[in-house]
Nanobody
């Protein structure tokens, strides 16, 4: 059984920063077996891809609209992934979800598709407002 628990959401001012974290729990504690991603869903909108990090030795993928403002990292030793968000805007207000894919991991071409991910956290709410 895989469990994902997000943390770090909250209220931030425009231009501010937040760091989200996601802890993976599974029987053998092997984060390295999973491709990890962040998605978000704003009120009244579809869930959208934010970032993904397939392998510790690889490079993360980002939504084009968020490049330069978000950085995803993963630490396979502690079974955690993080999402650093800077220069926050009101449009960043959403529930942010951590997701895990695998094993086996879907092809790289599908990294941005929510349907590629097998496990989801409950989400952490981010509100950007002055």
């Amino acid at each position: 059984q895989v469990t994902l628990v997000e943390s770090g959401g909250g209220l931030a001012q425009p231009g501010g920063s937040l760091r989200l974290s996601c802890a993976l729990s599974e029987p053998d504690s092997r984060l390295y077996r999973y491709a990890m991603a962040w998605f978000r869903q704003a009120p009244g909108k579809e869930r959208e891809f934010v970032a993904a990090y397939r392998w510790i030795g690889g490079s993360p993928f980002y939504a084009e609209s968020l490049k330069g403002r978000v950085t995803m990292s993963r630490d396979d030793a502690t079974n955690t992934v993080s999402l650093q968000m800077n220069s926050l805007q009101s449009d960043d207000t959403a529930v942010y979800y951590c997701a895990a894919d695998g094993p086996p991991v879907s092809p790289e071409s599908a990294v941005r598709a929510a349907t590629s991910y097998d496990y989801w956290g409950q989400g952490t709410r981010v509100t950007v407002s002055s």
